[in-house]
């Protein structure tokens, strides 16, 4: 079984940073990739970015230049750095886990919350 533990949501004003990790653990042999994703009231899920590992990042147009993702092998844990917050960045963030010939997991989601 593999879990995903996020953590590091809450509330910024507009402008601000907030930094979101996600921890794996389990039975993780071999990771494809890490991936955020957000969903906010009344929207679909939307992918944020994506890790692959050869490296390679993919981020939605919406938040190029100002979220990055990264990762720790080591610790089996993706980050997002997330600044120049806007409030339509508001919304639950999810992370996932592809496992290599294997399933894809959710984490739980936590809150990101951006005032004007």
């Known amino acids: 079984q593999v879990q995903l533990v996020e953590s590091g949501g809450g509330l910024v004003q507009a402008g601000g940073s907030l930094r979101l990790s996600c921890a794996a653990s389990g039975s993780i042999f071999s990771i494809d990739a890490f991936g955020w994703y957000r969903q906010a009231p009344g929207k679909q899920r939307e992918l944020v970015a994506t890790?692959?590992?050869?490296?390679?990042?993919n981020y939605a147009d919406s938040v190029k230049g100002r979220f990055t993702i990264s990762r720790d092998n080591a610790k089996n844990t993706v980050y997002l750095q997330m600044n120049g917050l806007k409030p339509e960045d508001t919304a639950v963030y999810y992370c996932?886990?592809?496992?290599?010939?294997?399933?894809?997991?959710w984490g739980q989601g936590t809150q990101v919350t951006v005032s004007s």
């Open positions: 890790i692959i590992s050869s490296g390679r990042i």
């Open positions: 996932t886990l592809q496992i290599a010939r294997g399933n894809f997991y």
